[in-house]
């Protein structure tokens, strides 16, 4: 895993009045540190923007691999899910493993 100064174990989310959403997922093993600056940037331009971390991510190794795909799955269903009774609209970006539980 990268090192400790940039994890981030916070969950963002920004403008949350807007009706327009974006759900933005991190890769594996970092965090909302490297997403943290977009989801605002968005959320600045009129968009509701949500960072969440994944399951066992933003803290140590270990608890990174005591989560499985099928956790991360459901974390970000349940998130889009939120999003989705917020929103009329709802677009999803991924970095890295986040795109792949994005199509999902």
């Known amino acids: 895993m990268g090192h400790t100064e940039f994890f981030d174990s916070n969950n963002y989310e920004f403008n949350t009045k807007s009706r327009n959403g974006i759900y933005i ?19 600045n331009s009129g ?3 949500r960072a969440d971390n994944l399951p066992g991510h933003g803290t ?6 005591r989560c499985t795909y099928n956790d991360w799955i459901q974390f970000v269903e349940k998130g889009v899910s939120e999003m989705d009774s917020k ?3 709802i677009f999803i970006i991924g970095i890295s ?3 792949v539980l994005a199509i999902i």
């Not at 997922?25 to 959320?43: C, M, P």
């Not at 140590?60 to 691999?65: F, K, R, V």
């Open 60 to 65: 140590t190794a270990a608890d990174c691999n």
């Open 25 to 43: 997922i991190h890769g594996f093993s970092n965090s909302t540190y490297d997403v943290r600056e977009l989801a605002e940037y968005l959320g």
């Open 87 to 89: 929103c009329d609209n």
């Open 97 to 99: 493993l986040g795109s």
């Open 47 to 49: 968009f509701y923007t």
